[in-house]
C-alpha cells in the first residue's frame, strides 16, 4: 500500500515578462558590467595617476587602484590632524587673552594713538579707546578702525589745545589707555 505523491503541477507556460534569460545572456551582462566598471575605475585613477593604466594586467590596475585608495585616505588623515591641530591653537589663542600693543606719539599740536589687538576682543574697543582720551579733555581729530587675520588696530588722531602739555600729555595718554584695557 505504497502511496506515491501526485506529480508536480506542470510549468506555467512561458511568458514574455516572466521569461528567465538563459545563462550566457546573463554572463555576457555581468562581463559587460564588470568591464564598465573597470573602465570607470581606470578613468578614476588614470586623471591622478602619473602612469597610464590602460595597458596594465587587471591584476596590477586593482593593485595600483587599491595603492591610491590608501595614499588618499592617509592624505585624509594628515589634513584632518593638521584641522585639529589648527582648531586647538584658534581655540587656545582665543582663550588667552592678550593685552592691546599702545603706542602715543607726540606730534607737536597733537597726538597720535595706535592700539593694536587682537580681534577675538569686543568690538566696542574703539568706543573705550575714544572715551578713555577724551575723559582727560584731549579732542579726538579722527579715529580709523581697521582689521586684518587675527588682528585689529585703532589709530587715534587727537589735539592738544596747550603747546605746554604735549610732552606730558603723551605719557598721561598711554596710561589712560593702559587703563581701559
Known sequence: MDITPPPPPPPPPPTQS????????VE??????????????DSLIASSSSSASFGQQLPDRL??????????QERIEQLKE???????SAAGRTNERRPPQIEVHDL????NAVLIISSDRDQAI????????????????????SSAGDKSVVSLHTL??????????TASMLDRLKKAF
Not at 18 to 25: G, Q, Y
Not at 63 to 72: C, L, P, S
Not at 126 to 145: D, P
Open 18 to 25: 516572466k521569461c528567465k534569460p538563459d545563462r550566457k545572456t
Open 28 to 41: 555576457k551582462n555581468r562581463r559587460d558590467h564588470m568591464k564598465f566598471l573597470y573602465s570607470k575605475l
Open 63 to 72: 593593485d595600483e587602484a587599491t595603492n591610491y585608495i590608501k595614499r588618499v
Open 82 to 88: 593638521k584641522k585639529r591641530q589648527l582648531d586647538g
Open 108 to 111: 607737536g599740536s597733537g597726538i
Open 126 to 145: 574703539m568706543h573705550k579707546a575714544i572715551c578713555a582720551v577724551e575723559e582727560r579733555g584731549v579732542e579726538v581729530l579722527n579715529a580709523h578702525y
Open 160 to 169: 592738544v589745545r596747550d603747546s605746554n602739555e604735549s610732552g606730558s600729555g
